[in-house]
């Protein structure tokens, strides 16, 4: 038993060494208004991501995307595990006399690059000054800060409008507590087109748009937590025969983050969102195509999907170091001028998760998810097909 306690001390002290060790911060000598000139610090994220699917076919998928679900195959069970999520992140700040300050974020993973490949890509890129924020991090369509609390799934439940976006965006005080944001961004770079271009030659094809997407929100925000609406107008182009054409999409967003209870054990978030052709900022949906498609009755235009969605979560700490989360999401597609082929998708989230903090900077845990896409068809005809999994893994951050 002794010898057990010796390797267990010694295991936990290389950790808190290697914790130290990985850190590395640098500070300017040079100082302006009694603080550093320059500083940076460039940290990391390891997380250890293991999935087990028990029902439906999403094997594959490193996050539990739903929408993918194919409802008209079979079960496949399946054990995956990958360090594809692990992070690196680049801060730097630069003081200006005057107390002015200029902040840059460089932070990637290694989710890049088709067939599971363990690619580089770039997550956050931007530099902030004054009121202005400059390059791709979290859309202005959703909030930083609206994730639920220590979620194995990387992308959120399938209902949550959180997007990375290349953008301008502008943020200002109207109160002391009241913020608005306003913001021209455009869609990831991975990401080719927000709509399906189906097989034809007498059918619509891509075009570049020649708009950004512009967003207005409002912001309240108390101690401790916020709300926030938010609202967006998307002109998505296309093209058909030699012709450009474009269609108008629209969405309204509205959130709460707010924590309760003594000590801030009860974290509590809720958002629900409304819009057409707005798939592409739901974070866990984005990129399959599912803003749009050609009408049903007409190959030469574009129909936008309507689309309604939402998610609550519920993070509660039982002790200093375990907590656990419970989070429900939904979203509904109408699809009855589309050409998908059915009328209506209704895909379902929900789970939970225990976490145990082992170290300050070191997690542990395991999260069931259950999903079921459900397609509906002109009469009374149904597809349905559920599917479950657990994640597990750990989170070490240095």
């Known amino acids: ?13 290389m950790t808190t060494i290697g914790v130290n060790a990985q850190l590395l911060r640098y500070t300017s000598t040079d100082t302006v208004d ?16 293991g999935i087990y699917d028990i029902k439906g076919n999403l094997h594959g998928n490193s996050t ?10 079979p079960d496949r069970p399946g054990l995956w595990v990958d360090m594809r999520q692990s992070q690196i992140r680049f801060d730097g700040t630069r003081r200006f006399a005057g107390g002015h300050e200029i902040f840059a974020r460089l932070e990637g993973d290694f989710e890049g690059g088709p067939s599971n490949k363990s690619t580089f890509r770039i997550r956050h890129a931007f530099v902030q000054y ?16 609206m994730w639920p609390a220590a979620l194995f799934d990387w992308d959120g439940p399938t209902g949550m409008v959180e997007s990375r ?40 094809h891509y075009e570049p748009r020649r708009l950004p997407d512009l967003i207005a929100t409002l912001k309240y925000n ?19 025969q030699d012709q450009y054409k474009s269609s108008d999409g629209y969405g309204v967003s509205a959130m709460a983050n707010i924590f309760m209870g003594r000590g801030k054990k009860d974290n509590f978030q809720f958002q629900f969102n409304y819009g057409k052709g707005i798939a592409d900022y739901f974070l866990s949906v984005g990129g399959s195509g599912l803003d749009g498609t050609t009408r049903r009755d007409n ?36 699809g009855e001028d589309a050409s ?13 998760n225990m976490m145990f903090d082992v170290l300050p900077n070191f997690t542990v845990g395991a999260e069931f998810l259950w999903g079921k896409k459900t397609l509906k068809y002109q009469g009374d005809a149904e597809k349905s097909l559920p599917a479950s999994r657990v994640n597990f893994g750990f989170l070490f951050n240095f």
């Not at 038993?1 to 002290?13: V, W």
């Not at 993070?315 to 656990?324: A, I, P």
């Not at 998908?340 to 939970?352: D, I, P, S, T, V």
Request: net charge positive.
């Open 299 to 334: 190959p030469a235009e574009l129909s936008l999907l309507p689309v309604n969605s939402g998610y609550t979560s519920y993070q509660h700490f039982w002790t200093k170091v375990f907590h656990t989360t419970a989070i429900a999401s939904y979203n509904s597609f109408n």
């Open 130 to 145: 004054k009121n202005f924020l400059i390059g791709q991090t979290w859309s202005t369509f959703g909030d930083a800060d």
């Open 1 to 13: 038993m002794n010898t057990l306690k010796t390797l267990a001390a010694a295991a936990l002290t």
């Open 222 to 240: 108390f101690n401790p937590g916020f709300l926030k609406v938010a609202g967006i107008y998307r002109n998505i182009g296309y093209g058909y």
């Open 165 to 204: 976006r290349p953008m301008i965006r502008y943020t200002g005080s109207l109160t002391s507590h009241l913020q608005t944001e306003l913001a021209a961004e455009v869609m990831e770079p991975r990401r080719l087109y927000d709509y399906t271009t189906p097989e034809g030659s007498n059918t619509i």
């Open 64 to 73: 539990f995307a739903v929408h993918s679900n194919d409802v008209t195959g």
């Open 340 to 352: 998908f082929g059915w009328n209506n998708m209704r895909n379902l989230y929900a789970g939970g």
């Open 34 to 49: 009694g603080k550093p000139e320059c500083e940076a610090v460039l940290k990391g994220r390891l997380k250890f991501n």
